[in-house]
């Protein structure tokens, strides 16, 4: 069952049915789909199952016109009884009015009214999580959180009154909402967002969505020049593919912008992560767990973090012997 939920699901499956959907592709105009809808590493995993002659999955026949399908009529995607179960699952959770209205949430329950969920809320128990969640079931809650949703896929500027737990201050902020996160240990979402300074200057900054007074969108010159941006800070790595080093990587680093290519050396290959830089201790502790099969390579101020945190793990753990202070 887990297994055919993946098939369903998975990335990789909506990819190649978006591939298989033309008749005829070039090598160049695939690998174009598969870096604009996949992940950054997609291209570089998957283009060798579609046109390689060692790993080809036979989906694609080369001719004089470039790679043709062998189906003969476009994928279908039909729903599934294990769709249908799957979707009722998530209709049934509270947190699922912060992405739909519950007019809609309502429709479509009734259209799945003779289909069981796959699992109910009761039936999961929680491990180490708080009990002080999101106040789910809360009109003005569920309203903020689609409010910036659409400031997010509009990419607008929103006005937040925000009071912290146990303040009695709201304070104002002009805020590009980026994203929405889910904590699964506190049980809560929080939004990340661009906070416009006093100075005018942008800077990164997170919010508890359950902590948000209000949420107001804003229609002005300032929704266009939005892109007061924070860059990402990048590091260069080389990597040795020994011990599924490059998969455990892949994984490691998925929530991480990045670039994956082979070198000149057999089983080696150069990767590019770009990181917000409140981000950068924790990619650090990553990249040392490691080893030697991860060299970074730049940028230097990262490399010398290194080097200073390997410096001082040296010296907790093998603490220079104390000086013989007796006289003789």
Known sequence: MNQLFHEVYGKY??????VLQSETHSEESIRRILETEGFGETAFSLLPSLVSEEENWHLLKK?????????????????????????KTMLEDWRIYN????????????????????FSAEMIDYFDRFQEGDPYGKQLYEDHARTLLQAIVT?????????TFGSQTVIQHTVFPEKLEYSQKNDKFRLKAKRKTKSGNWERVTFNLSEIVSVEPL??????QRSGKVRDKYINCLLKDDRDTLERAMFHFSNYRKVTQKTENEREYQLTIY??????????????????????????????????RLKRQKELYFPEPLKNTEEN
């Open 13 to 18: 499956f909506r990819l190649l049915a978006t």
């Open 63 to 87: 001719s004089e016109a470039g790679y043709q399908r062998i189906l003969k009529k476009q994928p279908l995607h039909p729903v599934t009884e294990l769709e249908k179960r799957w979707l």
């Open 99 to 118: 992405f739909l209205p519950r007019a809609r949430v309502a429709g479509l329950l009734e259209q799945l009214a003779g289909v069981d969920s796959l």
């Open 155 to 163: 990419k607008g500027l929103v006005s937040i009154e925000y009071q």
């Open 219 to 224: 229609d002005t010159i300032e929704s266009t």
């Open 275 to 308: 990181y917000p830089s409140q981000d950068e201790t924790e990619l650090l502790i990553n990249i040392l767990s490691f080893g030697p099969f991860l060299q970074v390579i730049e940028p230097q101020s990262f490399i010398r973090q290194m080097k200073y």
